[in-house]
């Protein structure tokens, strides 16, 4: 899977499998709505929500995004159980 595939303007040479983890943290606490779109599309939102509870660096606006999007609850989120 290469990012060019998808359109993104990223750096051509990131490998977006080895590197999943921290391109989904980056783009879920600071990405804008079309990162967005583009991650899932990428990774799904199963794969999202599952790393997303894994998350420590997550700030308060993020996790709640996280748990209105997902409906979950604030306490199954790792940075703030």
Known sequence: MH????????C??????????????R????????????????YGKEKIREEGV???????KTVSFLNVYFVRAKKDVRCCS
């Open 3 to 10: 990012v060019s595939d998808y359109g993104a303007p990223l």
């Open 12 to 25: 051509s040479s990131l490998d977006i499998e080895g590197h999943s983890r921290f391109i989904r943290e």
């Open 27 to 42: 783009v879920v606490s600071r990405g804008d709505l079309a990162d967005w779109h583009l991650l899932k599309k990428l």
């Open 54 to 60: 894994r998350m420590w660096s997550l700030d308060r």
